[in-house]
């Protein structure tokens, strides 16, 4: 990727501060030091973590749907080929999740090569369905070889106590640092790529194929390249998901549900920008903790899901283009 | 074949379902022409064009660009080998601004040496679309839309610009300036044209030559002159029988 910035700033202000960077940067900081505020062993800490793993899943997803306009229903497949994958070597090779998940990644990209040589030929919603249906695919053969997945049950981890080369622990301050370093380098990512050749292709080809082809970008190279690279994201957070839950099962990985939760960080917070599905996770996961403890009170379930669909239509009818909207793309 | 010979269209025809939107159609484009297509609606100029870019497959003939037969070639490689081509009706990428709409077209074409960033802004001086450069599309009027559009076209080695109906829905003033546009990238950037027009007049003062396509066949190519008083034109314009040009 090469630096292609054009902003009017470019080459100017080089040695002055950036201030658009103040907002994100004070962000990292005050999670840096939320542990020792609210204690290394909080119940906190652990609802942080459930978020940076929901907010990674959405930065993934919107590298290749947000960006690159392809709107994908299966990325429950790289997550749980990423969260199977891991677990299951660990289980019965022992080999350690460090590559583990690397080689979880990779069979994801190989998925995602082969996803999308089969329907990025289609367009629009048809890639969709194409994508649900790979899924779905996906989520039967997990509940139907019982032997390597569990079946229904789902898998656990084997669980061997405090252990970095197996990448466990008790406590869930380990676990903190690793999702927030994932966030952090996601969203970097993405805002590098937004100001890249490649991240300018996957933006063309989703304002207008024809035009994209005909101003020089290779079409289905670019969805291509999109795809596989949103799917190793996707894998890698399915594995330190597992790790930090010790458990899978097929519909928390391939299931429908998970399919269109990893799409409303983004959609809520602003497709295609760096910090939308930033802030469109933590408002779900805030949003989900306060729901969780009404269901609790009241024994009405589902609650969370509601509330969701609220925001979602909230937003789709007032900020359609989500809450940091186009123009603020590199924010 | 001859060396100056930009572009050859060679016995192409185009298919849809039972329509024959392009029947054996022929012509040939020299460095540094200008050469205007004609043709009532629907006669299949916009069609000569997705086949020439490479939009959509001929169902028979090839299409010869710079000398090399491209008839299977990607539309993107067909831009960076130097062809670029307007939409009849503008398509940008509407979530970026003008000069990102620009300097896209300006990277999928710049070689490791190329200043792509400089040419970018000439570009965009030369279109007077510089105090636009951060504004996004939908935010303009349809004559910046237009230039836009030919400015992503003509950075990154334009060799060959095919322009459709570049001057439909302009005002007077608007067109003219257009046209001085374009005018200018033949003469001072050596860039060969082909452009579609329903502006009769207009067009015979910018091009030296004139095809005009009825009902998918070619049925006149020739000095403006003389394809206005060839009798298969006349007829082609009904309505204007005495003389389709004036
Ligand atoms: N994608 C398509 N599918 C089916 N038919 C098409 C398609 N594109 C064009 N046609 C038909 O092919 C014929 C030629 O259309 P084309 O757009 O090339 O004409 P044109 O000369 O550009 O006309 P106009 O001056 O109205 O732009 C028309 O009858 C049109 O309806
Ligand atoms: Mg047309």
């Known amino acids: 990727?090469?630096?292609?910035?054009?902003?009017?700033?470019?080459?100017?202000?080089?040695?002055?501060?950036?201030?658009?960077?103040?907002?994100?940067?004070?962000v990292i900081a005050l999670m840096v030091l939320l542990p020792f505020v609210v204690g290394t062993q909080s119940y906190l800490l652990g609802i942080a973590v459930r978020a940076m793993l929901f907010i990674a899943l959405g930065q993934a997803w919107n590298v290749v749907a947000g960006i690159g306009g392809q709107l994908s229903l299966g990325h429950g497949v790289f997550f749980g080929v990423g969260a199977y994958g891991t677990a299951i070597l660990f289980n019965s090779l022992g080999l350690t999740p460090w590559v583990g998940g690397v080689l979880g990644a990779v069979a994801s990209i190989a998925?995602?090569?082969?996803?999308?040589?089969?329907?990025?030929?289609?367009?629009?919603?048809?890639?969709?369905?194409?994508?649900?249906?790979?899924?779905?695919?996906l989520e039967k053969l997990a509940r139907h070889f019982i032997g390597i997945t569990g079946g229904d049950a789902g898998l656990a981890v084997r669980f061997i106590g405090d252990s970095l080369s197996a990448a466990q622990s008790r406590s869930p301050l380990p676990f903190f640092f690793a999702s927030l370093v994932m966030v952090v380098a996601y969203y970097v990512l993405t805002r590098r790529l937004l100001r890249?050749?490649?991240?300018?292709?996957?933006?063309?080809?989703?304002?207008d194929e024809e035009a994209a082809a005909a101003s020089g970008v290779p079409v289905f190279r670019t969805k291509m390249w999109g795809l596989i690279l949103s799917a190793g994201m996707t894998a890698l957070t399915g594995a330190l998901y597992v790790q930090f839950y010790l458990a899978i099962d097929p519909g928390a990985a391939f299931g429908l549900g998970q399919a269109i939760q990893i799409q409303l960080p983004s959609l809520i917070g602003g497709l295609g920008t760096a910090g939308g599905p930033v802030i469109g996770g933590a408002i779900m996961i805030l949003v989900s903790e306060v729901t969780n403890w009404l269901s609790a009170r009241t024994a009405i379930h589902g609650l969370d899901i509601l509330a969701y669909g609220a925001i979602l239509l909230i937003v789709v009818m007032f900020v359609p283009g989500g809450l940091l909207g186009r123009t603020r793309r590199g924010a | 074949m001859a060396q100056d010979e930009v572009l050859r269209v060679e016995g192409v025809s185009k298919v849809f379902g039972g329509l024959k939107a392009l029947s054996n159609v022929s012509m040939s484009v020299k460095r540094g022409e200008v050469v205007g297509l004609i043709g009532p609606n629907g006669a299949g100029k916009s069609t000569l064009f997705e086949v020439i870019s490479g939009n959509m497959r001929a169902t028979a003939g090839r299409i010869v660009l710079f000398g090399d037969d491209v008839s299977t070639v990607s539309p993107d490689r067909r831009r960076r080998a130097g062809m670029s081509r307007?939409?009849?009706?503008?398509?940008?990428?509407?979530?970026?601004?003008?000069?990102?709409?620009?300097?896209?077209?300006?990277?999928?074409?710049?070689?490791?040496?190329?200043?792509?960033?400089?040419?970018?802004?000439?570009?965009?001086?030369?279109?007077?679309?510089?105090?636009?450069?951060?504004?996004?599309?939908?935010?303009?009027?349809?004559?910046?839309?237009?230039?836009?559009?030919?400015?992503?076209?003509?950075?990154?080695?334009?060799?060959?610009?095919?322009?459709?109906?570049?001057?439909?829905?302009?005002?007077?003033?608007?067109?003219?300036e257009l046209v001085g546009v374009v005018l200018s990238l033949n003469t001072e950037l050596g860039v060969t044209i082909?452009?579609?027009?329903?502006?009769?007049?207009?067009?015979?003062?910018?091009?030296?030559?004139?095809?005009?396509?009825?009902?998918?066949?070619?049925?006149?190519?020739?000095?403006?002159?003389?394809?206005?008083?060839?009798?298969?034109?006349?007829?082609?314009?009904?309505?204007?029988?005495?003389?389709?040009?004036?």
């Not at chain 2, 030369?126 to 004559?143: F, G, I, V």
């Not at chain 2, 910018?206 to 396509?213: C, D, E, G, N």
């Open chain 1, 1 to 26: 990727m090469s630096d292609t910035a054009m902003s009017p700033a470019n080459g100017v202000a080089t040695s002055r501060i950036n201030w658009r960077l103040i907002v994100p940067v004070a």
């Open chain 1, 111 to 137: 998925v995602a090569g082969l996803m999308g040589a089969a329907t990025f030929r289609l367009r629009g919603v048809y890639f969709a369905l194409a994508t649900v249906a790979i899924s779905l695919c």
């Open chain 1, 196 to 207: 890249s050749n490649f991240g300018y292709q996957l933006q063309a080809v989703r304002d």
């Open chain 2, 86 to 176: 307007t939409f009849q009706k503008v398509r940008l990428f509407e979530s970026l601004t003008t000069q990102e709409n620009i300097a896209i077209a300006a990277m999928q074409c710049a070689r490791s040496n190329d200043d792509w960033r400089g040419e970018v802004q000439s570009v965009m001086e030369r279109l007077k679309l510089t105090r636009l450069a951060q504004s996004y599309p939908a935010e303009l009027t349809l004559a910046d839309r237009k230039k836009i559009e030919i400015g992503r076209a003509i950075v990154g080695r334009c060799r060959l610009l095919l322009l459709d109906e570049a001057l439909s829905g302009l005002t007077m003033d608007e067109a003219d």
């Open chain 2, 194 to 246: 082909v452009v579609v027009e329903h502006v009769l007049p207009v067009l015979v003062s910018m091009a030296q030559r004139l095809v005009v396509l009825n009902f998918g066949e070619v049925i006149a190519d020739g000095a403006p002159r003389e394809v206005a008083s060839n009798e298969k034109v006349m007829t082609a314009y009904l309505g204007s029988k005495r003389g389709a040009f004036s």
